[in-house]
């Protein structure tokens, strides 16, 4: 019996902020893409609404409901609550493993038909997820079955997030130097700072950014290195003498350190199409500055016994496999051993050197990516996939009694 996919309406996503801004970021452009561009009615839950507020400044920090942009948003306060099937949308989605309430997956069994349920990975260019990406895991004791499902950079995975209009707005902004100096001045940078090499600076605390620094003042490019509040900074007051809050800025040799107010991720993607190169970490950012088509280098986020040295090293391979002085200079970043131990006073000559072919290269990466479709789209059409079977499945049952 062939039956059309069931439509969804509506989706729930919970989200625990671990990396402060990676998780929320990426669970919020996925919430406004599934709403604005697909019509579900979604659900965010989130257990951290002060990180939130900080990439959506309309988030309220004290409200346990609210409407933000056409989505709802829960504040996800513990593993407790009372649920019943009429809370459970078509769809449910939990980010990287966070645990939904025992009560909620309770009412989940009780929903006839049953929700889909998906555990939405982490990003990695690791061959294995490959073989992990949409299997399926059955709950140990209620009929309620998960599957996983994988972003990544091949057809065997679930794609990269992007909006539609993404690359033409992109495209848009550099093409026009002067609105994208209206957009710079307007975060109070200066002619004198524009004109020089741009280069955003968004990486976690232990990043050697001292010897980054030391490297840039002393070269002959002139430099302007704008850094949101609150990032680096230990490393970024050292450099100015004085507390780095946003409209900080000083110049030593040929660097200017400039701090910026923290921005909204409609004007963080902004951010990266103005630079020439862009300092990113954790995932949201990374996926964001692959869609920049600027060159870049990852600050991955630390896991236990450096195994995000071998995640580092696999996106490398894929993207960077031709580029050795970007691949250097991404290893260095993160403190991964190299032999021989090279500093930033040789990596950085050379990563300059190489910024217009690795801008050009980013141009055909962003064409293969484009080839693996839509992470949300792939996502959407997946469940609907899983939501037709078990239609399927229903009324084969009904028809056997």
Not at 1 to 16: D, I, Q, T
Not at 40 to 56: G, M, Q
Request: aromatic share 10%; glycine share 6%.
């Amino acid at each position: 019996m062939n039956l059309p996919p069931s439509p969804a309406r509506s989706l729930a996503l919970f989200c625990k902020v671990v990396d402060n801004f990676g998780d929320i970021g990426i669970c919020w452009r996925l919430a406004r893409q599934l709403q604005h561009e697909h019509g579900i009615a979604v659900t965010l839950w989130v257990d951290d609404l002060v990180s939130f507020r900080r990439l959506c400044p309309p988030v309220q920090i004290d409200v346990d409901v609210q409407q933000v942009g056409g989505v709802t948003v829960c504040f996800w306060r513990d593993q407790e609550g009372t649920f019943v099937p009429d809370d459970v949308p078509d769809i449910v989605i939990e980010f990287f493993g966070c645990e939904l309430p025992p009560a909620y997956v309770a009412a989940m069994a009780q929903c006839t038909p049953r929700p889909v349920w998906l555990n939405l990975e982490g990003l990695s260019a690791e061959a294995w997820v490959e073989g992990c990406h949409t299997l399926p895991s059955p709950h140990p004791r209620l009929p309620l079955t998960k599957h996983f499902f994988f972003p990544g950079f091949t057809a065997q995975t679930g794609g990269l997030l992007h909006e539609a209009g993404l690359l033409e707005q992109r495209l848009q902004c550099q093409r026009d130097p002067i609105a994208s100096a209206t957009f710079l001045a307007a975060l109070g940078v200066t002619p004198t700072e524009i004109a020089a090499l741009k280069v955003s600076l968004f990486c976690y605390p232990h990043a050697p950014v001292a010897a980054l620094f030391e490297a840039w003042q002393h070269g002959a490019c002139a430099i302007t290195c704008l850094v949101p509040d609150g990032v680096a900074t230990d490393a970024v007051s050292a450099f100015l003498g004085e507390p780095a809050v946003p409209g900080a800025v000083r110049t030593v040799g040929a660097l200017t350190v400039r701090v910026l107010k923290f921005v909204a991720q409609p004007d963080y993607d902004r951010l990266l199409w103005a630079c020439d190169l862009n300092f990113v970490r954790g995932e949201d950012s990374f996926v964001r500055a692959q869609w920049a088509g600027r060159a870049f280098i990852w600050h991955i986020y630390p896991q236990d016994e450096n195994l995000h040295h071998v995640k580092l090293r696999a996106f490398l391979q894929r993207y960077a496999a031709g580029t050795a002085s970007l691949t250097a200079a991404a290893l260095c970043w993160n403190g991964v051993d190299t032999q021989p131990a090279q500093d930033w006073s040789v990596l950085w000559p050379r990563l300059l050197a190489d910024l217009p072919a690795i801008a050009r290269e980013a141009t055909g990466w962003q064409q293969q990516m484009l080839v693996n479709g839509d992470m949300t789209a792939n996502l959407l059409k997946f469940a609907l996939a899983l939501r037709s079977v078990t239609k399927e499945n229903k009324v084969q049952s009904a028809v056997a009694r």
